[in-house]
Every structure is written in C-alpha cells, then in structure tokens.
C-alpha cells in the first residue's frame, strides 16, 4: 500500500508512521508513507503558501496553486487513489473504514492549516473528506497520522501475530475485555480466578462475556446496533444479573 500525504509538516508524518507496528511494516515493504510539501511547489522569492481570505476575517488559507503543482508532483510521481481531506466537517473515521482503506492499493491525505483550504481546490481536487471528531485542531496531520496507523496495523504481515488483530476492541464491534500482566511485583492478587485455571475454553467465554458486558456498560449505543447471537446473549444476561446483585464488583 502506498499512502502519499500533503503537508506542510512532512517530518511529523515521517515521524508518525516510522515508528511502532506501522514502523515495521514499512520496514517489511508492506506500507509507504510520502510527504510532499506545498512549499516546494510554492514559487516567487518568499514561497507562500497561505493568502488573506475573500470577504475579509481573522485568518489565512491555504493558497491552491501550491497545493495543486504539488499534488500533480505527487501523482507523476505514482500516488494514486482518492484525495481524502482531513476535517472536521466530514464522516466520522471508523474502524470499518479503516478496513476498507487497507483493502486498497493507496490513497492520498491533504492536512490542512492555518484557517483552512481555498474551496475551490477542495472542489477539483478533494474527493472524501474524514473526520477524526469532534474537535478543532491547528491542522490535518494528526488525523493524517491516525488514519494512516489504523489503516497500517491492518496489513496483511503488519502484526505478528494475526490472532491479535481479531482480538482488538472494535473489529467486532465490542469493546476489549480487561487485561492483566504476569507482573513479578503485583503477582497474582487481583487477578480473575478463571485466567490461572489454563481452562482455556473457560478463558475465551469469560473474555467475551467482559467484552460484552463493557460495551454494555460503557458503550450501549454500539450494542443497540448489534445483533447478538444467542450465546452472547446469553453471556450477557449472565454479566447483567451479575452486575445487579454486586454492582460495584470489576
Ligand atoms: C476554523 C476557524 C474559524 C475561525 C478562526 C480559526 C479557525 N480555524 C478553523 C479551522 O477549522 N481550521 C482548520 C484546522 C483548517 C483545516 C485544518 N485544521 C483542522 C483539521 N482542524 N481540525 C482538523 C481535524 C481533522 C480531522 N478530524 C478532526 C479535526
């Protein structure tokens, strides 16, 4: 997968996707991660990339003529796939959208700054936008980074171990059951009797009962939206009955 970036800031996203799972899947030759710079692309002795708006108001905007030569750059020199343009304004980013990133061959992601883009490069150049949530940044690229790490975890051979992928909150729709580590210090005490039993089919059912019940406490509104089968339903009603009668118990 090639994912190219356009950024006035191509270290942080260097930097971002050099490290950790993605990091290593880079390094497997799995995933590429390109910045491109405006900057580059931008002409005349101060190489501006950022104009006062139209209509007046506190502010710059990025300036197009920079962002499309530099985008044109960028597909000379093989980015293909849509333009995704990191905002507040668009469709939540989910898991499955992750999932549906990773199944293609490469995208591109345009970071905003300052007050944001000219709308008519967004209109000729832009063809989704995402949204990471509810809240305004100083600029496109950290949700370019969490894009670009939700969708490279995803590769195939991007995680050592592929059980661990399937295990993560989300890729079924719940929330992650509790963990706990074979700590020297903090030894056994706290620790739920059924993951010392090395009954590991009790083990699985214990942990989906904790994911159920934790989205069920936690995260109601994406339970409602699912359809259970009749064993978690059951598991469930086992952890909500449970959680009647002692309600303050973990
Ligand atoms: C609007 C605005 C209005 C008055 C004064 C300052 C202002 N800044 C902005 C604004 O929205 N700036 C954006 C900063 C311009 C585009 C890039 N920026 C951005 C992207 N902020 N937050 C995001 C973002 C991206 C993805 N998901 C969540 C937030």
Redesign the pocket.
């Known amino acids: 997968m090639r994912i190219d970036v356009l950024t006035l800031f191509p270290d942080f996203i260097a930097q971002a996707a050099g490290v950790g799972v993605v990091g290593r899947a880079a390094e497997r030759g799995l995933i590429t991660v390109k910045g491109w710079n405006p900057r580059d692309y931008a002409t005349g002795n101060y190489r501006r990339v950022d104009e006062r708006p139209f209509g007046g108001g506190?502010?710059m905007l990025m300036l197009p003529e920079p962002l499309e030569t530099c985008l044109a750059a960028a597909r000379t020199d093989g980015a293909s796939g849509p333009v995704i343009y990191?905002?507040?304004q668009g469709p939540r980013f989910t898991q499955a959208k992750a999932r549906a990133l990773a199944a293609t061959p490469g995208f591109l992601l345009l970071c905003?700054?300052?007050?944001?883009?000219d709308e008519r490069f967004l209109e000729a150049h832009v063809d989704e936008e995402?949204?990471?949530?509810d809240?305004?940044?100083?600029?496109?690229e950290l949700?370019a980074a969490v894009v670009i790490d939700a969708v490279g975890r995803l590769l195939d051979g991007a995680l050592n171990d592929a059980a661990s992928a399937v295990q993560d909150s989300f890729e079924d729709g719940l929330l992650d059951c509790p963990h706990y580590t074979r700590s020297e210090r903090l030894g056994t005490s706290g620790v739920p009797d059924v993951l010392l039993s090395g009954d590991h089919a009790k083990i699985a059912r214990w942990r989906r009962q904790q994911s159920l019940g934790r989205t069920w406490l936690r995260r109601p509104d994406l339970l409602a939206r699912m359809d259970l089968s009749r064993q978690d339903r059951a598991l469930l009603a086992e952890f909500i009955a449970r959680q009647v009668s002692s309600p303050d118990s973990p």
Do not use: N
Request: proline share 9%; no cysteine; hydrophobic share 25%.
């Open positions: 506190p502010g990191l905002s507040p905003g700054r300052y007050e944001g883009v995402l949204s990471i949530g809240y305004v940044l100083s600029g496109g949700g």
